[in-house]
């Protein structure tokens, strides 16, 4: 079975830094997917980042980006220039072609907390 | 809206009480997941719904917990005797085909069994 671990309960940046927020997950597939998800406190997930697994090149988006260590099973997100807005609980996880229905195995959450 | 949708927002029943959640997925959509997130953590998978039919509901915790989708597109989830530790938000999310594609994710319904 695939898990994923976020090993950062809580972390804490300031307005216009960057942050790298951790995941490792842990599979015997080849193929397969990894994503980061926001949730606001209004609790709707929002699909910030993907990763496909056969792709060496890092993903972004905007102010977004991923650290993908295939070898080590590390996918880690940075986020540039953080906005206040930024703040909520980012969610790593992961998703296999081999699973009927993509569907989606989570980490345990990070909680980002951005000071003005 | 063009969103996926979940009726009630909020839930709260007693112990031992019968509950139905509702998903709307977006219009088209043939995936319908559930999800269960329980308090301080990640979602976890319930069941996947392609078309009319459960593809998959190995992650249904035990046989109180149901969900049915007889159109292809609403579906609901079903608790039967409910107990105080059903208590968690229940995500319902949708995805246009099968490969991958986005799931879209609905606001959820928190469940509070008292």
């Known amino acids: 079975a695939q898990t994923v671990t976020q090993s950062q309960p809580e972390m804490s940046v300031q307005e216009a830094e960057t942050v790298t927020l951790s995941c490792t997950y842990d599979?015997?597939?080849?193929?397969?997917?990894l994503f980061w998800y926001k949730q606001p406190p209004s609790r709707q997930m929002i699909l910030v980042i993907r990763?496909?697994?056969?792709?060496?090149q890092n993903a972004t988006e905007n102010r977004f980006s991923v650290n993908f260590q295939k070898a080590a099973k590390s996918f880690s997100l940075k986020i540039s220039d953080s906005q206040l807005g930024d703040a909520a609980m980012y969610f790593c996880?992961?998703?296999?072609?081999?699973?009927?229905?993509?569907?989606?195995?989570f980490g345990g959450g990070t909680r980002l907390m951005v000071k003005p | 809206g063009a969103g996926v949708s979940q009726t009630p927002s909020n839930k709260v029943t007693e112990k031992g009480k019968y509950v139905e959640l509702r998903c709307d997925p977006i219009?088209?959509?043939?995936?319908l997941y559930w999800y269960r997130q329980s308090l301080g953590q990640g979602p976890e998978f319930l069941i996947y719904?392609?078309?009319?039919?459960?593809?998959?509901d190995s992650g249904l915790p035990n046989d109180r917990f149901f969900a049915v989708r007889p159109e292809g597109s609403v579906s609901t989830l079903k608790i039967q005797r409910t107990e105080r530790g059903d208590s968690a938000v229940y995500l319902c999310?949708?995805?246009?085909?099968?490969?991958?594609?986005?799931?879209?994710f609905g606001p959820g319904t928190r469940l509070t069994v008292l």
């Open positions: 999310a949708s995805s246009g085909n099968r490969g991958y594609n986005e799931q879209f």
């Open positions: 599979t015997s597939e080849s193929d397969y997917y």
């Open positions: 990763q496909e697994a056969y792709k060496q």
């Open positions: 996880a992961y998703s296999s072609p081999n699973n009927a229905g993509n569907m989606l195995t």
């Open positions: 219009s088209g959509h043939t995936a």
């Open positions: 719904f392609q078309g009319t039919g459960a593809a998959d």
